[in-house]
């Protein structure tokens, strides 16, 4: 086992399970607490060299905890310190099943909640993206080049001559009846071409 690491991810879940955000999203958080004193005994002395066994109740104690923390990512909207504080004691769960007991269904529980976890930060992430990329839409919207006021100034045109009842094509009409006339034929019988 490495030390350090072991060290660290310790240090980070005590001040956790210390903290006001814990209580406010875990509430008592009893099973979990129960869970994370179980593994930091037992590591503890693996820490130091010693040797120890696991026994049933020690089992059941972390797989209790790991139910527990499973369900909050199930049911529970993640904030920042729930996602920091679940990675933390998944790599906790991760350490102690790695260097004591062994349980095959209790490394399937951490890699559910892994993925749970990281697929939740991924669609985070993508609505963070779709937010931002409907900001932008919504400024260049609000642009206009010019070539739209004239746009806009054609369709107003077009939309008044329909409710005039008004040919919408008249100027080609008028300029081949122009060159026609000079041509000396008749064209008041021709439809337009």
Request: net charge positive; hydrophobic share 40%.
């Amino acid at each position: 086992m490495d030390r350090n690491e072991y060290l660290d991810v310790r240090n980070k879940i005590l001040r956790m399970l210390n903290s006001q955000e814990f209580r406010r999203h875990f509430g008592k958080g009893n099973n979990i607490k129960v869970a994370v004193d179980t593994m930091i005994k037992s590591l503890d002395i693996v820490a130091k060299g010693g040797r120890t066994g696991v026994g049933q109740n020690m089992m059941n104690n972390v797989t209790d905890g790991t139910k527990t923390v499973m369900e909050f990512v199930i049911y529970h909207r993640l904030s920042k310190f729930a996602v920091d504080f679940v990675l933390v004691y998944v790599s906790l769960v991760s350490l102690w099943n790695k260097e004591l007991g062994y349980n095959f269904d209790l490394d399937i529980m951490v890699d559910a909640i892994k993925a749970i976890v990281s697929s939740y930060l991924t669609i985070m992430e993508a609505n963070d993206v779709l937010r931002n990329l409907l900001s932008r839409a919504e400024r260049y919207l609000k642009l206009e080049p010019p070539a739209y006021g004239v746009s806009r100034h054609f369709v107003d045109i077009v939309w008044k001559k329909l409710e005039n009842g008004e040919e919408i094509c008249d100027y080609p009409n008028k300029a081949i009846r122009s060159v026609n006339k000079e041509k000396g034929r008749d064209v008041s019988n021709e439809g337009s071409t």
